[in-house]
């Protein structure tokens, strides 16, 4: 089956700091990579995608490559804000040839920016 | 501006109810998904629907229904039979295969 493997949080780091949080991946055949970002008491935003592999996605200063040797998919800042704190959802979906199946979530990593 | 409305934001339901969770979409997309959430876990797919009068169960269906008679709706049903419903709920649309999902802003369920 497909999962996803995502750190735990949550994430503790000061404004303008490197951000990495890992994410890996196990799916049956060619998977699509995306990163979410839920806000407190919202839904999902789409933050980057990843179609193939070696493929960036990148949005707001966020980055991501897809990794088909390794089966990662880390997201990257070079220098977080405050208004980044938020939970952070590692995600991938495989067509199955049977349709639009739904995408398979990693729990979520949930980051602090301090000021 | 098009996007997924959920309705209620927040929702109560007293034991032995059924109640259900609106989904409506202006984005004009074929595929429709629920999700639940639960704190400390990632998002678990309920059911999906890639076309209109079609839908199919995903990894958590028992106690749930749904269908999908419009294009532009999606609402699922909370039976009695469904043991611990108190979640966050969040309803998706996409394109269509292997597409980006966008989603609602979610409803809130709470057992009286």
């Known amino acids: 089956g497909n999962s996803v493997t995502q750190m735990e949080g949550p994430v503790t780091l000061s404004e303008e700091a490197f951000l990495t949080i890992n994410c890996t991946y196990t799916?049956?055949?060619?998977?699509?990579l995306f990163w979410y970002v839920q806000y407190p008491g919202e839904g999902l935003q789409l933050l980057l995608k990843a179609t193939k592999a070696d493929d960036k996605g990148s949005n707001k200063g966020f980055e991501a490559t897809y990794r088909k040797e390794t089966t990662s998919f880390h997201l990257e800042k070079g220098s977080v804000q405050v208004s980044d704190s938020a939970v952070y959802f590692c995600?991938?979906?495989?067509?199955?040839?049977?349709?639009?199946?739904?995408?398979?979530f990693g729990k979520g990593t949930h980051l602090i920016i301090q000021p | 501006d098009g996007g997924i409305t959920q309705s209620p934001k927040y929702l109560f339901r007293k034991e032995g109810q059924n109640v259900t969770l609106s989904c409506e979409q202006n984005l004009n997309h074929d595929a429709m998904y629920w999700y639940r959430q639960d704190p400390g876990q990632g998002l678990r797919l309920i059911y999906y629907s890639q076309i209109v009068n079609d839908f199919q169960k995903g990894d958590i269906a028992e106690g749930y229904s749904v269908s999908r008679e419009k294009k532009e709706s999606f609402p699922l049903t909370v039976t009695s039979a469904q043991k611990n419903p108190t979640a966050f709920y969040l309803c998706a649309s996409s394109i269509g295969l292997n597409n980006p999902q966008h989603f609602g802003d979610g409803t809130r369920l709470s057992i009286l």
């Open positions: 995600a991938l979906s495989v067509y199955s040839g049977g349709g639009a199946d739904g995408l398979t």
């Open positions: 799916a049956t055949g060619y998977p699509s």
